[in-house]
């Protein structure tokens, strides 16, 4: 079974700073999916951002990027120049590509990310 | 517009009853998924079905039941047999095994809040 680690329960970050959330994972599986979700005060999830395991290229999606390192099972998100919106819960979740890729999600316990104006 | 609904927003139990928790999505999706989430917890899988009439248990499948009858719809019964079903529930969908889209990325509903009296 695959685990998914977030080491960080709470992180603090000025406005306009960047930040890093550190994600690591456990699997045997050599291709998968990788994935941030952000949960805001409403708690609606959003994705942020995902990546494909036999991608070296790392995803980016304008203010928000990942190190993604496969040989040491770590997919960290960088946000740059944080706004107060960034201001929520984000989740790492990997998910097999084993099968087509339709099973379900398995999560980190997510990390509290606080924006000091 | 298309999208998950999740009704209700907020549901009361009493020790003992069931309750159905309904969860509906019009993107044409044909995997559907039950997550629950606790506080300083992730999201853990409950139940998902990749396929009309066809369902498989998650990592936490007790005490709950599914039915998957119609495309759209993938509602889930809390059953007394539940111990502690106080928690927020996030249903989601995905494209097909083998849909369009490298990445199978799951769409969440807006969750409902169940409490136990």
């Known amino acids: 079974a695959q685990t998914v680690t977030q080491s960080q329960p709470e992180m603090s970050v000025q406005e306009a700073e960047t930040v890093t959330l550190s994600c690591t994972y456990d699997?045997?599986?050599?291709?998968?999916?990788l994935f941030w979700y952000k949960q805001p005060p409403s708690r609606q999830m959003i994705l942020v951002i995902r990546q494909e395991a036999y991608k070296q290229q790392n995803a980016t999606e304008n203010r928000f990027s990942v190190n993604f390192q496969k040989a040491a099972k770590s997919f960290s998100l960088k946000i740059s120049d944080s706004q107060l919106g960034d201001a929520a819960m984000y989740f790492c979740?990997?998910?097999?590509?084993f099968g087509g890729g339709a099973d379900g999600l398995t999560f980190g316990k997510g990390t509290h990310l606080i924006i000091q104006p | 517009d298309g999208g998950i609904t999740q009704s209700p927003k907020y549901l009361f139990r009493k020790e003992g009853q069931n309750v159905t928790l309904s969860c509906e999505q019009n993107l044409n999706h044909d995997a559907m998924y039950w997550y629950r989430q606790d506080p300083g917890q992730g999201l853990r899988l409950i139940y998902y079905s990749q396929i009309v009439n066809d369902f498989q248990k998650g990592d936490i499948a007790e005490g709950y039941s599914v039915s998957r009858e119609k495309k759209e719809s993938f509602p889930l019964t809390v059953t007394s047999a539940q111990k502690n079903p106080t928690a927020f529930y996030l249903c989601?969908?995905?494209?097909?095994?083998?849909?369009?889209?490298?990445?199978?990325?799951?769409?969440f509903g807006p969750g409902t809040r169940l409490t136990v009296l």
């Open positions: 989601a969908s995905s494209t097909s095994i083998g849909g369009t889209g490298p990445y199978n990325e799951q769409f």
């Open positions: 699997t045997s599986e050599s291709d998968y999916y």
């Open positions: 979740a990997y998910r097999s590509a």
